[in-house]
């Protein structure tokens, strides 16, 4: 008896093992020769630029650590909880690039995430987005990179360690677990324009993979879609009607900040989203931008959340209105405030000033903890990322953690209603520990 039942699992191990390979294991797609750029349509080429700029595609595949690379060459770090990984080259270089790829390879390692010899790509490759691109974008993507200058580059080799580098049982598995391979499919519960928004925002634009946070195998946690996930130190903040700003962000609200990098009630794109307005979100038709506010305006319910936002506009005003006007309080706080802050931040009237950013509705206030308000007042804000032509100094070497932290204190308790952050210093000095060097504009 114990021998059939032995046997028993052994042929069911068997039988499951068998079943897992068909699943993960892929034959390689026979190379090419690179094609001509002339064999590609000028049109193509353009909606492929199109395509590109909507999906970061040079944030990600080119190297900035260390020397700068060449756009689009690969080798930008992407320091994660198993290991660094360096994006591919996706110039058509037919060494280390895509120049030998086929459209059917670049179509089944963007829908499928398989690469062109057959091996599981990792997910820091947003393949769980992409998959839902329809064929004539990748298509279109496909002649775009084909006709980019090829950039004879090989990328630095991943230190992802034992037994998750074996990727057919790794990423496999990951796989089964967590992806589901399918185009976008359009909700006829909802009108063209959302349905266009939801297609470029879940897919190509893949900002869930920054704005949902994930579970400890590095998926995305589908059950808390767009709650928000801390990025590289700074927080992806909610995109849903889990933000906590006072104010609503409406369609316009979005499409301001998506488009132009600042949004009046809410305050400029800054870290890593800034690239995505100023590089990118601009350079694509403005009705796709539109339609992918409309679409997040309605993840963000704000259609029924926005009928308090004029009262909250208005107590905003009056707390910044208290700083500078009135009789002065001999709050050592505010004071420090008002002497580094105050007068780039102040406002008196019915409304934010445009370029004066009004921080009692600035999402870095009211996030659950401090680290976007630190990152920028290490940071600064360039005159090319934010608000056009208008910047913020670094204070990375004008104020110290203390200070830091007595500022973040004096503007939680004055400008929220929310309970103060803890442990303020320890994490100022964390937010300073991820910068290698003081920024160029370090001195204020």
Not at 60 to 73: F, I, M, W
Not at 224 to 233: E, K, L, P, Q
């Amino acid at each position: 008896m114990l021998k059939r039942i032995a046997a028993s699992i052994v042929g069911l191990g068997a039988v499951g093992g068998l079943g897992f390979l068909a699943y993960a294991w892929y034959p390689a797609i026979a190379p090419i020769s690179p094609p001509a750029a002339a064999s590609f349509s000028a049109d193509a080429i353009k909606r492929g630029e199109i395509v590109a700029a909507g999906g970061y595609c040079a944030e990600c595949h080119t190297r900035v650590d260390g020397s700068p690379g060449p756009e689009l060459a690969g080798d930008f770090k992407m320091a994660t909880p198993f290991g660094d990984i360096f994006s591919s080259n996706i110039t058509p270089d037919p060494e280390w690039g895509l120049g030998n790829w086929s459209l059917e390879a670049f179509k089944r390692a963007m829908n499928k995430g398989i690469a062109r010899d057959g091996s599981q790509l990792y997910p820091a490759f947003p393949f769980d987005h992409f998959t839902k691109v329809n064929d004539q974008d990748v298509s279109d993507l496909y002649a775009y990179l084909m006709t980019r200058p090829a950039v004879h580059l090989k990328p630095r080799d991943n230190t992802v360690p034992f037994p998750i580098n074996i990727r057919l049982i790794g990423q496999g598995f990951w796989k089964l677990l967590f992806f589901t391979p399918g185009r976008y499919q359009n909700d006829p519960k909802h009108d063209a324009q959302w349905n266009r928004g939801a297609y470029l925002a879940e897919g190509n634009a893949h900002c869930g993979a920054c704005h949902t946070p994930r579970n400890l195998l590095g998926a995305e946690k589908l059950s808390h879609a767009y709650d928000g996930a801390v990025i590289d130190g700074w927080i992806a903040p909610p995109l849903n009607d889990h933000n906590p700003t006072p104010v609503v962000w409406t369609e316009d609200e979005f499409f301001q900040y998506l488009r132009f990098g600042v949004a009046p009630l809410h305050g400029s794109a800054a870290g890593p989203m800034s690239p995505v307005p100023h590089r990118f979100l601009s350079k694509i038709p403005e009705d796709d931008v539109h339609a992918i506010a409309h679409y997040y305006a309605d993840v963000a319910k704000a259609a029924q959340r926005s009928q308090g936002d004029q009262a909250a506009i208005a107590r905003a005003m009056q707390m910044s209105g208290k700083d500078l006007t009135g009789p002065q309080t001999l709050d050592a706080d505010a004071r420090l405030y008002q002497g580094a802050c105050g007068a780039c931040h102040y406002n008196s009237g019915p409304m934010p000033v445009s370029g004066r950013p009004e921080l009692a509705l600035n999402n870095a206030l009211w996030l659950d903890e401090p680290n976007n308000l630190f990152q920028v007042m290490l940071h600064g804000i360039g005159a090319a990322e934010g608000q056009d032509n208008i910047a913020m100094p670094s204070f990375y070497t004008a104020l110290s953690d203390h200070d830091m932290a007595r500022i973040a204190a004096y503007l939680r308790r004055t400008r929220t209603t929310l309970p103060p952050w803890t442990d303020l210093e320890k994490k100022a000095a964390a937010a300073r520990a991820t910068l290698s060097a003081p920024p160029v504009n370090a001195s204020h």
